[in-house]
C-alpha cells in the first residue's frame, strides 16, 4: 500500500494522555493507585449548567447551529470576555469550536505556512509542538528556566526571533508550570511582538484559576494594536469543569477569524449544539461556582506546595495558577533508586508509578526532562496520601 501522510506519520501521541491510560490500566487491574496525571477539574459540572443541556434535549436544539457557533453563545463570551479580562470584542469575532484543543490548531492553520516558525517557550504543554507540526510549522523552543519562575522575558523573546518567526504561543496561566505573568512581563513581550510584526496566540484557558489575590492580564486587553495580532484562546473546559463537553473559542481580528470560520465550516462543521447551550448558561449565570472551584484549588495548592517543599530530594516553585506542579526531581537524577538509576523524569514517572503507586506526568514531554507534573485537580485526600506516598518511594520502600 502507498505511504501514508508523512505529517501525520510524524505526530507523537499525547504523553499526558499515555500515563493516564496507564494510571486507568492499573486501576482496571483492581491496583491501589492514585492518579496526578489528569489535566481536568475533578468537580462535576455544576447543576445548573447540566440543567441547561438537558433542557436543550427537551427543546429539540439538536440540529446543527452556525458552524462557528450560535450568535446567542458568541455573544455571550463577548460579555464574559468584557466583564473579567475588559475586552471589547463582537461576535463576528468568536468562532467557537469542540474545545480549545481544535481551536489552537484552527488558530495556527490560519497563521502558519510550511516552515514557518512558531515560537514555544518551554515547558509547554505538549499539544502545542505537536500541533504546530501538524501544519508544517517548525517550533522554536525558548527555555524558561525554573528560577524564573518557568517565564521567559523581552530579551530571550527576541534572540529568537529570525525573519521566519510568524508567531508565538504563551499559554498565560501555564500548563504545565502553573505560571502567571504579570501585566510588564506581558507588556515587555507585547513590544517586542510589535516591533518585530509576530502574532501571538494566546491560550488563557486557565485565566479564572489564578490565586493568591494576583492581577490575571488577558494578552490581547494591553491595548488595539496587541489585539489586532492576538489570537485569544479559551472555553469552558476548566472553569467550569466541563471538559467532556467539548467547548472552547477563538478570537481575533475580524479577517483572521472569517478566515477561521471558513476553515472550520469545512473541517468540523458545528459544535455540539447541546453543549452550546450548556456553556451560554455557563457563562451568563452567576460565576459562585467558578469561585467555589477556585478555593478548593487554591488550598490544595497550598498544601501541596508546603509539603513538597519539605520532602528531602525534591523541591517545587509556588504557582499562581492553573492547578499544576512542577516537582524538581534533579537531585535524584543519577541516583539508584529500587534498583534502577533514575536517568530522567521518564525512568522517575516510571518507577513511581510501579512502586509508589502514584501516576504523575514526566516533564520530559513538556521540554522539562527533571521535573515531573502533578495535577492537583484531585481531593485533598488523594494529595495526602500521593505525598506520603511520594515520601515512602523516596526512602526506598515499596507501597
Ligand atoms: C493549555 C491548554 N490549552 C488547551 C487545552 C484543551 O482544552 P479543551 O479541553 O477545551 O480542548 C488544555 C487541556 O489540557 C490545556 O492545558
Known amino acids: 500500500m502507498k505511504e501514508l501522510s508523512r505529517i501525520a506519520l510524524a505526530v507523537e501521541p499525547s504523553a499526558t494522555m499515555a500515563i493516564d491510560s496507564m494510571f486507568k490500566q492499573m486501576k482496571a487491574e483492581g491496583q491501589d493507585v ?24 427537551d427543546n429539540n436544539d439538536t440540529r446543527y447551529t452556525p458552524s462557528s457557533g450560535t450568535v446567542e453563545l458568541r455573544k455571550a463570551i463577548c460579555a464574559r470576555l468584557n466583564a473579567d479580562c475588559g475586552l471589547d470584542y ?6 467557537v469550536s469542540n474545545g480549545a484543543k481544535p481551536c489552537v490548531y484552527v488558530a495556527l492553520r490560519a497563521l502558519v505556512n510550511p516552515g514557518d516558525e512558531v515560537i514555544l ?9 505537536e500541533l504546530i507540526r501538524m501544519v508544517g510549522g517548525v517550533p522554536i523552543i525558548v527555555h524558561a528556566a525554573e528560577a524564573d519562575e ?77 489585539k489586532e495580532r492576538t489570537l485569544l484562546i479559551n472555553g469552558v473546559s476548566k472553569s467550569y469543569a466541563m471538559t467532556g463537553w467539548r467547548i472552547g473559542y477563538v478570537a481575533a481580528n475580524h479577517q483572521i477569524a472569517q478566515v477561521i470560520a471558513n476553515y472550520l465550516s469545512h473541517c468540523t462543521g458545528s459544535p455540539c449544539a447541546i453543549s452550546q447551550k450548556a456553556a451560554l448558561e455557563a457563562l451568563t449565570a ?4 467558578v469561585e467555589s472551584m477556585r478555593l478548593a484549588f487554591e488550598r490544595r495548592r497550598n498544601y501541596m506546595v508546603e509539603r513538597m517543599n519539605n520532602i528531602p530530594g525534591v523541591s517545587c516553585n509556588k504557582p499562581h495558577g492553573a492547578f499544576y506542579i512542577m516537582m524538581n526531581i534533579e537531585q535524584l537524577i543519577g541516583k539508584e533508586m529500587h534498583g534502577q538509576v533514575i536517568r530522567n523524569a521518564d525512568d522517575f514517572g516510571t518507577l513511581f508509578l510501579k512502586y509508589g503507586k502514584v501516576a504523575v506526568v514526566p516533564g520530559t ?23 506520603s506516598r511520594l515520601e515512602r518511594f523516596l526512602r526506598g520502600e515499596t507501597v
Not at 517557550?121 to 509542538?129: A, E, G, Q, R
Not at 452567576?286 to 461556582?289: A, F, I, L
Not at 502533578?374 to 481531593?379: C, E, F, K
Open 286 to 289: 452567576s460565576q459562585d461556582s
Open 365 to 387: 514531554s513538556f521540554g522539562a526532562p527533571n521535573f515531573v507534573r502533578w495535577s492537583y485537580a484531585t481531593s485533598i485526600d488523594n494529595i495526602k496520601e500521593g505525598l
Open 121 to 129: 517557550p518551554s515547558p509547554y504543554w505538549v499539544s502545542y509542538s
Open 150 to 226: 518557568f517565564k521567559i522575558t523581552a530579551e530571550e523573546l527576541s534572540a529568537a526571533i529570525t525573519p521566519k518567526t510568524k508567531c508565538m504561543i504563551l499559554n498565560n496561566p501555564c500548563n504545565p508550570t502553573g505560571s502567571m505573568y504579570s501585566r510588564e512581563e506581558l507588556e515587555a513581550l507585547a513590544k517586542v511582538c510589535l516591533e518585530q510584526d509576530i502574532y501571538v496566540i494566546s491560550d488563557e484557558i486557565y485565566y479564572s484559576l489564578v490565586y493568591d489575590n494576583a492581577e490575571f492580564v488577558s494578552f490581547a486587553s494591553l491595548g488595539e494594536e496587541v
Open 34 to 57: 492514585i492518579g496526578f496525571g489528569a489535566g481536568e477539574p475533578d468537580f462535576a459540572t455544576p447543576d445548573h449548567i447540566k440543567a441547561a443541556g438537558h433542557a436543550a434535549i
Open 90 to 95: 463582537d461576535f463576528k469575532q468568536i468562532s
